[in-house]
């Protein structure tokens, strides 16, 4: 095996002349997979039952002979203007009742019979045309599902979503229970009075939105299940379809089983300082999904992207040191989109591998470069693909608890996945490999396990959870977690209820965030944040914007709240409990320190959970460290050289790596020993 380099290869959007200098760049370049049709529908099918796949079969010949292996989009993700023609129906409807037109992507309805019939037939022929073809190496079903329609509210979605929530509920008094809808007199009295949520005059029921969210990831994963069953029947092949990071609208977590190999798009802003950590936030998760199988970057930008306000290139070395990013944190290849630099069309100024200036080019350099050093990565007796991230630490991830914490009237203003960065980047930047886990996981590999702002917990969760803090692992239970169950009803008798409040020790008597800031005497400036007091954080810290009455039963107090009403009052409290004796236990966190604070009590948390950090390999925070299988990656992203402390060979240089300075943005993969 190799590490996978290429990616999307549109030739159909160039002269046949150009397919061949294609092939001969693309070896060049190091490139040994190509992700091809990937909007080909209208081509592959100019009309209604009509095929045309000579063009295609050219291509994929073309590349075989050039040694190059194909990653075979099925060609469902946009729709001919045909389809919407002869089935208007297909089109989708926006929650405001618009109906999407034709002349962008992915115009379709994911709920329509029509558009799966459609797709499932282009998907047959397909299969039956290349299933054998030498250069399939992988299937990758549409692209990017719900990218830009996520849900449809048009007839067809709210006939589907009435048959979902009957297999879901059975009865209509069920339904009602769950929904709460003895509120405001929305009482049902059939299933076919419900609706989705579309526009309506002031707060949708909560279960209504939760379960439309449910539904529409559902409906999704319908559509790629309906082509994968296809696929299957005449092919081994294994198949993928491209995730998008932490994309809110569909629920990884569900569609991760129905992967052979999970891959991932991300594109990182170059002009974001916190783009980095950001993004090995992403690719954590993309390794968590496939419980810590290798994963594929089936697409990043060359450079710049086009959709952005401000459209920022990469700097120099930034792609790569990026891209070792991925690979350190368990990715198995590295794709972009695209090949060749559109020359018309709304992607033309996106960058490409081979951009509008051809090959004498910063970007182009970097691409062979890159190339270049993975397949020596690859070479005989390396071992560094397939090999995995030990990790101690996990963070519990939760689509309802995302979905159901933003929706307007919820007790907390705070962005579901900033509570996560803000933990994960804590974490991290200790030195630590950390997983995403289910709640209601098998969490018996890691030591300790946060579970921020999960605000949806089953009873089985909390169950969970607990029994997890209760057989000597480390739980960090944060603020606005266990708040309601799955249908969004409030856990009575004080907020995080049992199991947890016996695990803790403590509940929650009410929340208490900071008044808004009054704008005008801000200028409109940041929310006030509460004050924190504690060793644990390192004295006296910032603690957010978030503060609750922590009420205390049987627990250390270790942070206290400073200032206001709450000055005095416990703000992080830590209950030893079960087998662990001194390292297990149970931690709240009623609030989220700022980062400075927040890493503190991440050090003092995994301390206590008797992890033991590695030595640092280099002095400040620029360098990021992560280890993989026998090899250490270390990766610049500051603005000026660091040394490394770090004995064994840099895999990249051929030099000793003890001693090495990093330019800004160089990269060393180190191979040492190890000993598991
Ligand atoms: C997504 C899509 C690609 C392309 C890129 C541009 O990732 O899958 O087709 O539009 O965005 O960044």
Redesign the pocket.
């Known amino acids: 095996m190799t590490i996978r380099y290429g990616g ?1 290869y549109n030739p159909e959007q160039w002269p046949r002349e150009v397919w061949d200098e294609d092939v001969t760049l693309m070896q060049r370049g190091g490139v040994n997979l190509a992700t091809v049709a ?2 080909s529908w209208a081509r592959l099918e100019p009309r209604p039952g009509e095929y045309d796949f000579g063009w295609l079969d050219d291509v994929l010949d073309t590349l075989h002979a050039g040694g190059i292996r194909v990653d075979l989009a099925t060609a469902t ?1 946009s729709p001919p203007p045909w389809l919407a023609k002869l089935h208007p129906e297909t089109l989708p409807v926006t929650e405001d009742g618009v109906r999407l037109a034709v002349g962008s ?1 992915q115009q379709y309805c994911p709920s329509s019979p029509v558009y799966r019939e459609h797709a499932k037939r282009l998907v047959e022929r397909m299969v039956e045309r290349y299933a054998g073809h030498p250069a399939l190496e992988l299937w990758h079903v549409n ?2 599902y719900g ?1 830009h329609v996520s849900r449809c509210y048009c007839e067809v979605s709210a006939a589907a979503f009435r048959g979902w929530l009957e297999a879901r509920y059975g009865t209509v008094e069920e339904l009602n229970r769950a929904w709460g809808t003895a509120f405001w007199s929305q009482r049902y009295d059939a299933f076919d009075e419900v609706s989705p949520p579309s526009a309506a005059p002031s707060f949708r029921n909560p279960t209504q939105l939760l379960d439309f969210d449910r539904f529409s990831s559902d409906e999704l994963l319908a559509c790629y299940d309906a082509e994968v069953e296809v696929i299957r029947a005449g092919s081994d092949v294994p198949i993928t379809t ?1 995730f ?1 990071g932490f994309f809110k609208p569909v629920d990884y977590w569900k569609w991760a089983p129905h992967v052979d190999v999970v891959s991932d ?1 991300t ?1 990182p802003d170059p002009a974001d300082p916190l783009s980095t950590p950001y993004a090995a936030m992403v690719r954590d998760l993309m390794r968590s999904l496939g419980g810590g199988a290798p994963w594929l970057l089936m ?1 990043q ?1 060359p450079s710049a ?3 952005r306000e401000r459209n920022a290139a990469k700097a120099p070395g930034q792609m790569r040191a990026w891209s070792y990013q991925s690979v350190a944190r368990g990715a198995d290849g590295i794709l972009f ?2 090949w060749r630099q559109s020359a018309a069309g709304s ?1 033309k100024f ?1 960058s490409g591998m081979v951009p509008h200036g051809g090959t004498d080019t910063r970007v182009w350099r970097e691409i062979e470069q890159l190339g270049g050093e993975l397949a020596r990565l690859s070479g005989e007796g390396v071992g560094l693909e397939g090999s995995r991230v030990p990790s101690s630490v996990a963070i519990a991830l939760d689509w309802d608890s995302w979905w159901a914490i933003e929706q307007p009237a919820s007790p907390t203003s705070v962005a579901y996945l900033e509570v996560l960065f803000a933990w994960h980047h804590a974490l991290t930047s200790l030195g630590l490999a950390v997983d995403f886990v289910r709640a209601d996981g098998d969490l018996s590999a890691y030591r300790a396990v946060v579970a921020p702002a999960h605000f949806v917990a089953s009873d089985a969760q909390v169950a969970n959870l607990a029994a997890y803090a209760e057989g000597g692992g480390t739980l960090v239970v944060g603020f606005g977690t266990a708040i309601v169950d799955e249908h969004l009803h409030v856990r009575l008798g004080g907020y995080l209820g049992e199991p947890l409040r016996r695990t803790l020790g403590v509940w929650v008597e009410e929340f208490d965030p900071p008044a808004a800031p009054d704008l005008r005497a801000t200028g409109g400036g940041e929310a006030p944040a509460v004050g924190l007091d504690g060793d644990v954080v390192g004295g006296s810290a910032s603690g957010g914007t978030w503060a609750e009455v922590v009420r205390v039963e049987d627990a250390e107090v270790l942070a206290t709240f400073t200032g206001g009403a709450l000055a005095g009052a416990p703000a992080i409290t830590r209950r030893a409990t079960g087998r662990g004796g001194a390292s297990g236990g149970g931690w709240y966190v009623a609030t989220l320190p700022e980062p400075d604070a927040l890493r503190r009590l991440a050090a003092a948390i995994v301390d206590a959970a008797g992890i033991e950090l590695p030595e640092p390999i280099a002095d400040g925070d620029a360098v990021e460290v992560v280890r993989r299988g026998g090899f250490v990656f270390a990766i610049n992203h500051g603005a000026g050289p660091v040394s490394l402390r770090l004995a064994g060979a840099d895999l990249l240089t051929g030099s000793e790596a003890d001693g090495l300075e990093l330019a800004p943005q160089g990269v060393a993969v180190v191979a040492v020993e190890t000993t598991d």
């Open positions: 999307d990937v909007f993700a992507r692209n990017e990218c491209n998008m798009d594109y697409e930008s992207v086009n959709w989109f695209q992607e996106h």
